[in-house]
């Protein structure tokens, strides 16, 4: 959005909150962040990293915690993507259609 309104002749600010996960120093870590962040296999420790998590947690019920991930880097929660595609079954859209 920002871009688009930027060619269009608007002034725009961007705001990120976090550093750039190419200039995180971490000794405990191996300095592997980036790893973690541009492979998907490495989705779940990119979830734990200290350095690059917010650590939210959602509460349900009062009760359960539920880790709810959001990354303090920047782009935000796509550092964090796993690339999982989940792909409804094959008559999902037609019994959609029925019901709208």
Do not use: C
Request: glycine residues 8%.
């Amino acid at each position: 959005v920002a871009s688009r309104l930027a060619e269009a002749g608007f002034s725009t600010l961007l705001l990120d909150a976090g550093p750039d996960i190419a200039d995180i120093d971490e000794p405990s870590f191996g300095n592997v962040t980036q790893n973690y962040v541009q492979t998907p296999l490495f989705w779940s420790l990119a979830n734990i990293n200290p350095h690059i998590s917010w650590d939210y947690k959602v509460e349900a019920d009062g009760k359960v915690e539920i880790p709810y991930p959001r990354k303090a880097a920047i782009g935000g929660s796509a550092v964090g993507n796993a690339m999982i595609a989940v792909y409804p079954y094959p008559g999902f859209f037609d019994s959609l259609s029925e019901l709208t």
